[in-house]
C-alpha cells in the first residue's frame, strides 16, 4: 500500500481483517512486535543512513535518540504485554451485594499515524508499537520531508510484519488529506499546530478521537547554582537538550534560556567553550551536528536572523552554510519579545538568552506564554521547584537535565494546551489505542426493591442511605425506626 491507489478498497480490507478478531489474539500482537524489533536490529546500517541522508544525523545520535529508544520499548512491550492485555478488577461499593467488576481494555480498531520528519524512526514507530500492542489495524504515514527515511520504511518495514492489518503510505499533504478524508477509529498525529489544525477539523466529520503531539517554545531556567561544578554540568547538558537533539530540530529541544542578569556572562562564556570542546572549532566539520532538514526550514531560520532587531543580539556563531544546509550553533541574549524569534517555535541551533533581574521572575515570564511541551529547570533550590511545579504549567518538568523525560518509558509524553494532547509511551502508548470497557456482572439472588416504581417517600428514604453509605440508617428504615428529614418532608405531599 505505497501509493494512494485503491485506498478505500484497502482500507475495507483492512477492516475486515481487524473484524475477523485475528489482531486481538496475543500471538498476533506478540509476533508483530518482535518483527518490529528485527527490522530495527537487521536494518540499523541502512536506518542511519536516512537518517544521515536526511537530517545528517550521526550514527550515535542515531542509535542514541531512535534506534536504541525503540529497541528498549519493544523490550518493555513484550515482556509486559501479557499483563497490559489483561483485566483488572474495579472495586465497588459494599451495597453492591453479589456484583464484580473489571475493567478490559480492547482495541480501538483500524488506526492511522501521522508522523513528523525530525525523528523519522522514533516518532514513526513509537505510536505504532502501541497500536499494535493494543491489537489494532495501523496505517503509518511518514513525513515526505525525510524521503530516504520514508522509503525505507515504505519498503522494508513491511516486510517484517502482517500486510493485512500494518501498512504505510508515502506521500505529500494531498495524501495525506486523502487519509484524513477515510474513516478512522483513531489518528495520531505528530507535527506543527498548523497542521494539527487541519488533523483536528477532519476528525470532527466522523466525531474521531485524536491525539496531538505539537511542540511549542520549552524554555529552561537557568539558576545561580552555588558550585562551579554545578553550573559546568548544566551548561553541557542544555547544550546537549539544544544543538545536540537533532540540531535543535526537537520539538522537546530547549527554545531559548531564562537566566538572571548579572549570571548571563558567566552562563555565555561556558557555553562558548564547551561549544568547542564538543562540536570543534568548526561544527560542520565535526559530524557530530544534524543539518537542517531542507531549504525552507534553512531560510526560515536564516530570516529569524536577518531581522536587523537581532542582529546585534548574536554573541556566538551566526554562519551558515546554503549548500550544505548546515548552521552554527548560535547564541543570542536579550532579543526583543516581540521579534519572531520569541513569537515562534524556532527548531533550529539558534539559542536566545533572556536575562531578568531575579530568577523567580521566570516564573510570571513562562506563565504569561503559551503552555510549553517541556519546561527545564536547573536550580537546587527546593522552594524554586516546588513553585515551578504549581505556579507553570507544561506537559513535562525536568529537573537539573533535558530531554531525560523521553527516553523514559514510565513517564507519560505529552502536551497541555498549545503544546497538544494525549499521551504515549510505553504502557501510555497502549492506553492510547485502548478503549478502557467497564464489565459488570450481577447476581440474580438479590434485589433492591425500592429501585423501582412507584416512587414513595420511603423508598427515597432507602435510597439516601444507600447512597451515602449509611448502612445503620439502612436498616433502622428498613425497621420503620428512622423518620423522614425534614428537608425531604415536602415529598410526603
Not at 497500536?131 to 515526505?144: I, Y
Not at 547544550?239 to 535543535?248: D, E, I, Q, R, S
Request: hydrophobic share 40%; net charge positive.
Amino acid at each position: 500500500m505505497e501509493s494512494m491507489g485503491g485506498l478505500e478498497s484497502d482500507l475495507n480490507k483492512m477492516r475486515e481483517y481487524y473484524e475477523s478478531r485475528k489482531t486481538k489474539e496475543a500471538s498476533w500482537r506478540q509476533t508483530q512486535l518482535k518483527g518490529l524489533r528485527r527490522f530495527l536490529m537487521e536494518k540499523q546500517e541502512g536506518i542511519m543512513k536516512a537518517l544521515m541522508q536526511d537530517l545528517g544525523k550521526h550514527q550515535l545520535e542515531a542509535f542514541r535518540d531512535e534506534i536504541g529508544t525503540l529497541i528498549k520499548t519493544l523490550n518493555l512491550a513484550l515482556k509486559s504485554l501479557k499483563d497490559w492485555m489483561s483485566g483488572k478488577k474495579a472495586e465497588l461499593p459494599q451495597l453492591a451485594l453479589l456484583t464484580s467488576a473489571e475493567i478490559v481494555p480492547e482495541p480501538l480498531g483500524v488506526v492511522l499515524i501521522i508522523s513528523s520528519w525530525n525523528f523519522p524512526f522514533g516518532l514513526s514507530l513509537e505510536p505504532v508499537i502501541g497500536a499494535v500492542a493494543a491489537g489494532n489495524a495501523v496505517v503509518l504515514k511518514p513525513s515526505e520531508l525525510s524521503p530516504a527515511c520514508s522509503s525505507l520504511l515504505a519498503s522494508d518495514l513491511t516486510t517484517y510484519l502482517d500486510n493485512n492489518a500494518i501498512k504505510v503510505i508515502q506521500g505529500g499533504p494531498q495524501e495525506t488529506q486523502q487519509l484524513l478524508n477515510q474513516r478512522w477509529d483513531k489518528i495520531f498525529f505528530t507535527g506543527s499546530a498548523r497542521v494539527g489544525r487541519v488533523v483536528m477539523s477532519a476528525a470532527v466529520k466522523n466525531l474521531t478521537p485524536v491525539t496531538l503531539e505539537l511542540g511549542g517554545k520549552s524554555p529552561a531556567v537557568v539558576d545561580s547554582l552555588s558550585a562551579s561544578w554545578d553550573i559546568e554540568v548544566a551548561v553541557k547538558r542544555i547544550l546537549v537538550g539544544k544543538f545536540g537533539t537533532c540540531a535543535g530540530q526537537a520539538c522537546i529541544a530547549i527554545d531559548y534560556l531564562l537566566v538572571e542578569r548579572a549570571y548571563c556572562s558567566k552562563v555565555v562564556d561556558l557555553m562558548k567553550v564547551w561549544i568547542k570542546k564538543m562540536f570543534g572549532d568548526n561544527p560542520k566539520h565535526s559530524k557530530t551536528i544534524a543539518r537542517i532538514v531542507n531549504k525552507h526550514h534553512f531560510f526560515r531560520l536564516k530570516n529569524l536572523l536577518d531581522d536587523k532587531n537581532i542582529k546585534g543580539t548574536v554573541v556566538y556563531g551566526g554562519s551558515m552554510d546554503e549548500e550544505n544546509l548546515f548552521i552554527e550553533p548560535t547564541i543570542l541574549v536579550d532579543p526583543p519579545l516581540e521579534a519572531a524569534i520569541m513569537s515562534e517555535e524556532i527548531f533550529g541551533p539558534l539559542l536566545p538568552i533572556i536575562t531578568l533581574e531575579k530568577i523567580e521572575d521566570s516564573i510570571k515570564f513562562i506563565s504569561s506564554r503559551p503552555k510549553p511541551l517541556a519546561l527545564y529547570v536547573f536550580t537546587k533550590n527546593q522552594t524554586l521547584q516546588r513553585r515551578m511545579i504549581s505556579e507553570t504549567s507544561s506537559g513535562s518538568v525536568t529537573f537539573n537535565d533535558a530531554i531525560l523525560q523521553y527516553a523514559a518509558d514510565s513517564l507519560p509524553f505529552g502536551g497541555v494546551g498549545e503544546s497538544g494532547f494525549g499521551m504515549y509511551h510505553g504502557k501510555f502508548s497502549f492506553d492510547t489505542f485502548s478503549h478502557q470497557k467497564a464489565i459488570v456482572r450481577r447476581s440474580f439472588l438479590t434485589d433492591f426493591w425500592f429501585r423501582y416504581p412507584p416512587w414513595t417517600l420511603n423508598k427515597y428514604q432507602l435510597l439516601e442511605v444507600s447512597y451515602n453509605y449509611d448502612y445503620l440508617g439502612l436498616l433502622l428504615v428498613l425497621l420503620g425506626l428512622k423518620r423522614p428529614s425534614k428537608r425531604i418532608s415536602y415529598l410526603a405531599s
